[in-house]
């Protein structure tokens, strides 16, 4: 069966320093990965999804930039942190073929 | 622009008291519809998925159905255990289209 990893679970920044969240997924080959953003009362925002090694596609400019180093391995990452980074991060991933994203337990960021 | 919209925002219902979540969307093209449920403090848990207008799909309490411009989720009789906010979200197009997600119901089922 398939999982995926995210961590860590909870995260406490101060504003300027940099950011490193990552994600991995056991279990599948080749998948669609996503990363989102939810804020309270805003719903889930895409920032990043990516449908093979290297190849990655952001869906909103900002302070954060994502990397795909391996099949199964999605890395969110921020040079320098804002107060408006905070928020609970989400990863999730789908095959190829059927859209059904399946998504991690979450990060919640808090920068200070 | 594909929307999806949801409502209402909250639910507040007595154990057993039956009711209906709305999720309704603007999509060109829509290539499939999915509910999940999210508990606090964690990730969505996906529940079902709808493909083409008619269709249904029922888990437990649950039941989800599609026309061509919303879904409902119906939940039978439920229990506090249902309590928790349930998404619903779009792909439209084809290939690899990210799904859009609407703001969700947040539903709570007193004992």
């Known amino acids: 069966s398939q999982t995926i990893h995210q961590w860590p679970a909870t995260l406490v920044q101060p504003v300027g320093s940099p950011l490193s969240l990552e994600c991995t997924v056991e279990g599948t080959s080749n998948p669609n990965l996503y990363w989102y953003r939810q804020a309270a009362g805003r719903g889930l925002q895409l920032l990043f999804y990516s449908v093979g090694i290297g190849q990655i596609s952001s869906e909103v400019p900002q302070n954060l930039s994502a990397s795909r180093p391996q099949d199964r391995q999605f890395i969110l990452s921020s040079k320098k942190l804002l107060l408006s980074d905070s928020g609970f991060y989400l990863c999730?991933?789908?095959?190829?073929?059927?859209?059904?994203?399946?998504f991690g337990a979450g990060t919640r960021l808090s920068v200070l | 622009e594909d929307q999806v919209t949801q409502s209402p925002e909250a639910l507040r219902l007595q154990e057993g008291e039956s009711s209906s979540l709305n999720c309704s969307y603007t999509v060109s093209g829509l290539r499939g519809l999915f509910w999940y449920r999210q508990d606090p403090g964690k990730g969505p848990e996906f529940l079902f998925t709808l493909y083409s207008a008619g269709e249904e799909k029922e888990k437990e309490r649950l039941k989800a159905t599609l026309t061509k411009k919303e879904s409902f989720l119906h939940i039978t009789a439920p229990k506090p255990e249902d309590s928790a906010t349930y998404l619903c979200?779009?792909?439209?197009?084809?290939?690899?289209?990210?799904?859009?997600f609407g703001k969700g119901t947040r539903l709570s089922v007193i004992a």
């Open positions: 979200a779009v792909q439209a197009g084809s290939g690899n289209t990210p799904l859009v």
């Open positions: 999730a991933w789908s095959r190829q073929v059927k859209n059904i994203q399946y």
